[in-house]
């Protein structure tokens, strides 16, 4: 069943279902095998999915986007938005660079999952006749594209002329997939490190913010819908796997994650070059950001809860890669439980 052309939904809604999604997919996971948990999230890809043309009213009056709307001043939730460089810019500069943002997040998530789709090809093509990973990932693929597609859409209409992920990411988009097909494992990891910032700045910006624009809001809640079953097939993948690596394997991976991890969630988060060039973001107030003053590390340790979690639960935490972690700048305590609330992982 899809919802044909959603009209805006209230706060307590959105809150409400993000709640839902939790709870469903923490009832799915908690099927008895994995080819089980494989073939819930399956049923559930077919029972609840999202078209980014029919349950999105993109020409609805109250989703147009204007350049006086002030509700794409960005929240305070957003480590650029509770800067003093920005909350001291003039209101129509404030709106402009809330709008650029969001579309360049939104640009750097689509490229990202235009990687996702081709790897995820990649890694169905080997699979065995009868696997339930392979019906999975084509359900993933399936989605990525929606939201490929939804989030295009934005970018087009915001008017911002943004490019999403830095020079080496997109140098480098059409050879990650290969890592599908030789390193699953590893490009598993590589999935979450991508979804996992993306889902939780999202979620923490639904909770946060009853007056957000409501087609940012929509494509939001639809991206926040998807993303726990993937993110749950991720987390099902890698603990499933985990066993069947070598000692070397095991060894190599767990230094290696904490780096990946790091690398692509700044090209997610860190605007590159020429759209701090575009925001008119000064050098000092860059450096801050990311990721000099107190508040910003915590942020970016927050976001890495879950995974540390998982890398507990895979076997990936040692004395050495503990070091990686946190030299990388996002060590820490795990998470005890899927999406606890960050401040309490931290
Ligand atoms: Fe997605
Ligand atoms: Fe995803």
Not at 245 to 265: D, G, H, Q
């Amino acid at each position: 069943m899809t919802a044909t052309q959603l009209p805006p939904q209230n706060h307590a809604d959105v809150l409400r279902s993000i709640e839902e999604i939790e709870e469903q997919t923490a009832r799915m996971v908690a099927e008895k095998s994995y080819e089980d948990r494989l073939r819930t999230l399956s049923q559930a890809s077919v029972d609840r999915h999202f078209d980014a043309f029919k349950d999105i009213d993109w020409d609805n009056p109250d989703y147009a986007i204007r350049l006086d709307d002030p509700r794409w001043v960005l929240p305070e939730v957003d480590v650029l938005g509770r800067t003093e460089w920005y909350r001291s810019l003039p209101l129509e500069e404030q709106i402009r660079v809330g709008l650029y943002r969001q579309a360049n997040i939104t640009k750097v998530g689509l490229q990202f999952e235009q990687v996702l789709i081709a790897g995820l090809m990649n890694y169905a093509f080997r699979l065995p006749n009868g696997s339930p990973e392979f019906r999975y990932s084509t359900h993933e693929a399936t989605e990525e594209c929606h939201h490929t597609q939804m989030f295009q859409e934005f970018t087009n209409r915001s008017g911002m002329p943004v490019e999403g992920g830095h020079w080496l990411l997109r140098k480098l988009a059409p050879f990650l997939p290969l890592a599908a097909r030789w390193v699953p494992f590893g490009f598993f990891w590589g999935v979450l490190a991508g979804e996992e910032p993306i889902d939780h700045v999202q979620k923490s910006i639904l909770r946060a913010g009853d007056d957000m624009h409501p087609l940012l809001q929509r494509i939001m809640q639809i991206h926040v819908a998807e993303e726990a079953r993937h993110i749950g097939f991720a987390h099902q993948y890698l603990q499933h796997n985990a066993p069947r690596l070598s000692r070397v394997e095991r060894a190599v991976l767990s230094v290696a994650v904490p780096v990946i991890m790091r690398w692509l969630c700044d090209e997610i988060l860190v605007p590159s070059r020429k759209a701090q060039r575009d925001m008119g973001i000064p050098k000092s107030v860059m450096k801050e950001l990311y990721w000099k003053s107190p508040e910003s590390q915590k942020f970016l340790r927050d976001l890495f809860g879950d995974v540390r979690m998982l890398a507990e639960d895979t076997g990936l935490m040692n004395p050495v890669s503990r070091r990686v972690w946190s030299a990388m700048g996002i060590g820490g305590r795990p998470s005890r439980f899927r999406s606890e609330v960050a401040s309490a992982a931290a």
